[in-house]
């Protein structure tokens, strides 16, 4: 671990899994001349990633005895355990262990049971497509994306610093700061939950009669409502059943948003007087507002003015936890760290 004005930096970097994910990440990393070690559980990919200038290992364990002062799990989640065991009895305290799953919760009680808590931070990357493996990766997967940072009541600062510099300075991306719990509920939302109902729209097109005549039809508003339904669908199920419990509720809710929706429908279609139908308008007219602080963002992000503002934090060295997850609250992403206890963030997401 190099140090950099006071600040640690991960200066070797070592990454379990070359696929999408982390095979663009690996690239990426090498790009900005970080030093990057890699092993996958089959070597196919070996010959272009070391042609890429990453160096690939025969074993997992490997890894840690290269002593990255990062090492990134980029496997399956159900292929964590094994991984973290392996690793567990060969890790070196030196290394500060994270990884790109898209659930925080599980991972982390992963990592507590194979006895490597105290060096663990979370993090999962906001980027990926509806392709897999290394021959899709590419460094320019990870263009301007976001990623959550997790930490807990027990995670260190400096290792949290570390992974932070690797983010924000190896890789040129944004940040924020969150606990496990936050990070799973706001995953459910924006990325489980929508790749069931992209399916559920999919499925409705499968199943229906005149299913020709309306996939003809078809144009840009059924492209980007199903696009993440043509991913893999072993792939799919086994995101969504990881974060099973927040998906499941989010799809109640919004069964019983739907169910209320064509009630009104109905009520309007039937409606045995004008004031009755003109009741049911308004509450129609009402479904379709309730989203217009959203459109109001998106259609600020669409006009070509963006300019993000960029605000100072000064974080409490007592309270940095609390402190980074209200700054997330505030729409505020971290781009570059200002000290040890200063960042330099922008104004990104505030609706």
């Known amino acids: 671990m190099n140090e950099n004005g006071g600040l640690p930096q991960a200066a070797t970097i070592a990454i379990a899994g070359l696929g999408l994910i982390g095979g663009s990440l690996a690239r990426r990393l090498v790009a900005d001349g970080r030093r990057v070690v890699a092993w996958n559980h089959r070597p196919h990919p070996y010959e272009q990633a070391r042609a890429a200038g990453i160096e690939c290992m025969d074993r997992i364990e490997d890894l840690a005895l290269a002593k990255p002062d ?52 979370g993090a999962h990357p906001m980027a990926g497509s509806e392709f897999s493996g290394y021959g899709a990766s590419s460094p320019d997967l990870y263009d301007d994306a976001l990623w959550a940072v997790t930490v807990d009541g027990h995670t260190d600062y400096d290792r949290f610093l570390i992974v932070a510099d690797m983010i924000c300075n190896g890789v040129g991306n944004r940040i924020i700061v969150l606990d496990d719990d936050t990070h799973d509920r706001a995953a459910a939302m924006i990325s489980h939950m929508p790749h069931v109902v992209a399916t559920a729209l999919a499925n409705e097109l499968t199943a229906m009669p005149e299913r020709n005549i309306a996939q003809a039809l078809a144009a840009g508003c059924w492209r980007d409502m199903t696009r993440v339904a043509l991913t893999d669908p072993d792939r799919t199920r086994a995101m969504v059943e990881e974060d099973a419990a927040n998906v499941a509720e989010l799809l109640r809710h919004m069964s019983r948003r739907l169910a209320g929706m064509a009630d009104l429908l109905e009520s309007e279609a039937t409606a045995a007087s004008d004031a009755t139908a003109e009741s049911s308008r308004e509450s129609i007219r009402g479904f379709f507002s309730v989203a217009q602080p959203y459109r109001e963002f998106k259609a600020w992000q669409r006009s070509g003015d963006v300019d993000y503002d960029e605000v100072s934090l000064s974080i409490d060295a007592g309270n940095w936890r609390a402190d980074l997850l209200e700054s997330a609250k505030r729409g505020e992403h971290i781009i570059r760290l200002a000290g040890r206890h200063g960042f330099v963030a922008q104004v990104r997401t505030a609706l």
């Open 70 to 121: 990062v090492l990134v799990l980029c496997t399956p989640l159900k292929a964590m355990p094994q991984a973290l065991a392996s690793l567990a009895p060969v890790l070196g305290p030196h290394t500060t262990l994270t990884d790109v799953g898209s659930v925080k919760g599980q991972v982390r009680d992963e990592v507590k049971a194979a006895g490597l808590a105290d060096r663990y931070v």
